[in-house]
């Protein structure tokens, strides 16, 4: 089974603070996708990579950065937190950019 | 408007009941049309995929796009309290001029034994 793993499940910061949130894919996929859920909103995306080093901006990219040195691995940093970035994270990879994806569990993140 | 519209439900079905799940979107370059199945505290679990207009099924899942209409469906025939869920559906552009990916805001379903 593929296998999505995203590093923490919770997690509380402070504003201001630097966070990284972690995402490894089992399945040597391209591409791997940032996505933030919130009510009534829906998934949105981030930042996607179709290659290593390679990124492209998603539909809210302000205040987020990612960074993807290896295959494997994908991660998404908020440069200063701020209360509203406070929401759910999920990391996605998949073979082709159409067919869908596979998810991690997601990162319940709270900035207080 | 959005790119992507879907009813929120809440949806509440007795057992066996034929699911039925809509969204319309606005944007004719979509290609791919998904559906994912995400219960509580988890991440999406993606359960049907097509590619242009069509019907395809898998099991109790069928899934139809309709481009000219700009509607998608997803159809669950005997329906199961373990089909308790959001569903999402999502759609994706994929080119040269540029990549684009949006969701539904996912329709909460309930199926009661």
């Known amino acids: 089974d593929v296998k999505v793993t995203q590093s923490s499940r919770y997690l509380v910061k402070r504003t201001g603070e630097k966070v990284f949130l972690e995402c490894v894919q089992d399945m040597d996929h391209e591409n791997m996708f940032w996505y933030r859920q919130d009510p009534g909103l829906g998934l949105r995306l981030i930042y996607f990579s179709y290659d290593v080093k390679m990124k492209e901006k998603g539909d809210i990219p302000e205040g987020y950065s990612v960074s993807r040195e290896k295959k494997e691995r994908f991660s998404l940093i908020l440069e200063s937190a701020s209360t509203n970035q406070t929401s759910m994270y999920l990391c996605?990879?998949?073979?082709?950019?159409?067919?869908?994806?596979?998810f991690g569990q997601g990162t319940r993140l709270t900035v207080v | 408007q959005k790119e992507v519209e879907q009813d929120p439900g809440p949806l509440s079905v007795p057992e066996g009941a034929i699911v039925s799940l809509n969204c319309t979107y606005s944007n004719s370059a979509f290609q791919y049309f998904m559906w994912y199945r995400q219960y509580s505290r988890k991440g999406p679990e993606l359960l049907m995929y097509?590619?242009?207009?069509g019907n395809k099924e898998d099991g109790r899942f069928t899934a139809q796009v309709d481009k000219s209409s700009k509607y998608i469906s997803l159809f669950i025939r005997d329906s199961q309290p373990s089909d308790s869920a959001t569903y999402l559906c999502a759609m994706s552009a994929v080119g040269d001029t540029g990549n684009q990916f949006y969701f539904g805001t996912g329709t909460s379903l309930t199926v009661i034994p």
């Open positions: 996605a990879s998949s073979f082709a950019l159409g067919p869908g994806a596979f």
């Open positions: 097509t590619y242009s207009s």
